[in-house]
């Protein structure tokens, strides 16, 4: 069965302290391995696509990275405005080019 | 560049009661998609139209759940019957032709079911 798994599904840290957020991922051929931060209240804002084992993409204090079973997000001293829910989703071969399986969510906060 | 629009932005109907929703995307945005997400999950397609053409529904209940997309750009959901467990956040997204810039999601409607 397709399916996206997060891990944790909750992170506190403090100010500064850096961290990783886990997406490991089981579909028949990945197409893309997306990355999505979502604020309460609010609709999921795109972060990052990655496509191939070995890639990488940064913005700001984020690093997305992608292995073969799972992609890590990498947050690099983090401030408290970092302070969302981080999901990742997958497109699969055999799925419509848009059909995504989103996994549940990392919360993550960010105390000052 | 204006964002995906969605309204009404919260709705709280009884059971069995018809709701709609509208989505109006970015402009230029060939391809639209439907989204429910239940509090604590990720979102889970439920229709992907392709300008005024179904890519996809296979997760769509459709029993209750049916989806239009007239003239290929604003799109409607409605559900009819409503059911307690259709309480839901139901996002619109859209995109252009390539998916490799990501899917712009809307704000979500916020529907509760009593």
Do not use: M
């Amino acid at each position: 069965e397709d399916q996206v798994t997060q891990s944790p599904e909750a992170l506190r840290l403090q100010e500064g302290e850096s961290s990783s957020l886990n997406c490991s991922y089981t579909v028949s051929g990945l197409r893309g391995l997306f990355w999505y931060r979502q604020d309460p209240g609010k609709g999921p804002e795109f972060l990052f696509t990655l496509y191939s084992a070995g890639e990488e993409k940064e913005k700001e204090r984020l690093k997305a990275t992608l292995t073969k079973k799972e992609s890590f997000l990498h947050i690099t001293a983090p401030k408290p405005e970092d302070s969302a829910t981080y999901l990742c989703a997958a497109a699969y071969y055999g799925g419509s080019q848009g059909n995504l399986i989103f996994g549940k969510g990392t919360k993550l906060s960010v105390k000052p | 560049e204006a964002g995906v629009a969605q309204s009404p932005r919260y709705k709280i109907i009884e059971k069995r009661q018809s709701v709609a929703f509208w989505c109006n995307p970015i402009s230029g945005h060939a391809t639209l998609y439907w989204y429910q997400q239940i509090l604590g999950q990720g979102p889970k397609l439920l229709i992907q139209f392709q300008n005024n053409g179904v890519v996809d529904d296979s997760q769509l209940p459709k029993d209750r759940f049916s989806a239009e997309r007239l003239k290929g750009v604003d799109s409607t959901l409605k559900i009819q019957p409503a059911k307690l467990e259709d309480s839901a956040v139901y996002l619109c997204a859209s995109s252009p032709p390539s998916v490799a810039g990501g899917q712009f999601f809307g704000p979500g409607t916020r529907l509760t079911v009593l």
